[in-house]
């Protein structure tokens, strides 16, 4: 299109770059001050406390880590979107101050609200680990009601926003034309001439990454390889454990049992540390999963099953389940996809601690 544009004269004139120095003195007039983020602070705080008193403390440092990593990326956020530039878009000063201050403040409500959320997103799992009953139904419905919240005020927030700017825009003011036609490839601005790492898009509502600058491309590169690290690993041991034979296993090897199954670590528990070891038919409750998978048909991974730290390597499809009770460490529930393994495994293990006794 750009070529077509080019050998047909089809260009339009460019307009000189126009700086209203009032505008960019008063460019942050109506953003949300700083203190709006206190409430989101105030639940890093909670989620930080909560995940220190996991009884796993494994667990509790993933996610006390993953609390501090949210809240330090909307705080710079909110740096990026106080420092944006701002340009005379309409030519109108009028009109141009008030498409700013729109696009600051829905912007710093968006960071402010979506900040808050995403936290208490992780505070209500992690008082879900220690509720039962009525409660424990409560806190799911919230974490279900938050999630929609979110995703609608997200789209509702910026739509408006949208359509805002255009109404400004139209009929009074004239779109000035910049010339950056030649900068815009494949949906993504590319300019190595512009020193900004963010820039806003051409009316201002969304916000994208310069590829131009060697810092933009490489954040856009760990991002995508991010994302396919993330896709792959989780198709792949997704699909391990629906069409491998032996995608969850548990096998004694010399005077330790090694269970393993996909998407968590493996879990070595040493014969001597053993205290019982049964055969049940059905998973206490309640269980909270911490850190793994826990779908209609596999529970693997950390869980909290009745209070007390766990792993587990389940098949919900298959009995009976094979419980682990050891001193020190977590109980261990495991089925392997064919019950006579699952059997087998308790018989070698039921004959190993009475010859070691």
């Known amino acids: 299109m750009r070529q077509l544009i080019l050998a047909n004269g089809w260009e339009l004139p460019i307009d000189p770059i126009r700086i209203d120095t009032k505008l960019v003195q008063a460019k942050n007039k109506r953003m949300l001050p700083w203190y709006s983020l206190v409430p989101a602070g105030i639940l890093l705080m909670i989620s930080l406390y909560q995940a220190w008193h996991l009884p796993d403390l494994s667990t509790g ?4 880590g993953v609390s501090l990593a949210i809240f330090a990326l909307f705080i710079y956020l909110w740096v990026i979107i106080s420092r944006l530039p701002v340009r005379g878009i309409s030519g109108d000063s009028a009109i141009d101050q008030h498409i700013n201050d729109l696009t600051k403040r829905y912007w710093s409500l968006l960071i402010a609200v979506t900040c808050t959320i995403t936290l208490l997103l992780l505070t209500v799992p992690l008082a879900s680990m220690s509720a039962t009953g009525a409660l424990s139904t409560i806190l799911l419905l919230l974490f279900v009601v938050l999630v929609v919240f979110l995703i609608v005020f997200t789209f509702f927030l910026l739509l408006d926003l949208r359509k805002k700017q255009d109404q ?19 949906g993504f601005y590319i300019n190595p001439n512009d020193a900004r790492l963010f820039v806003p898009d051409r009316v201002g509502m969304n916000i994208g990454i310069n590829l131009g600058k060697r810092s933009g491309q490489i954040v856009a590169g760990i991002t995508a390889v991010f994302l396919v690290v ?66 209609a048909s596999y529970q693997i991974g950390k869980f909290t099953v009745a209070g007390e730290p766990a792993r587990m390597f389940v098949d919900i499809n298959s009995t009976p389940i094979l419980k682990v009770t050891t001193k020190d460490g977590p109980t261990v529930f495991y089925t392997n996809k064919k019950a006579a393994e699952t059997t087998d495994l308790y018989e070698e293990l039921v004959q190993k601690i009475s010859s070691a006794k």
């Open 61 to 64: 440092y993933l996610m006390g």
């Open 168 to 186: 400004l825009l139209e009929p009074a003011a004239q779109p000035r034309y910049y010339g950056e036609d030649a900068y815009w490839r494949y």
């Open 230 to 295: 993330l896709m792959v690993g989780t198709i792949i041991p997704m699909y391990r454990l629906d069409f491998a034979p032996d995608a969850i296993t548990g096998e004694v090897q010399g005077q330790e049992v090694t269970f393993d199954a996909p998407m968590t670590g493996k879990t070595t528990v040493s014969l001597a540390d053993i205290e019982t070891v049964e055969l049940i038919e059905a998973l206490p409750s309640p269980r909270v999963r911490t850190m793994g998978v826990g779908t």
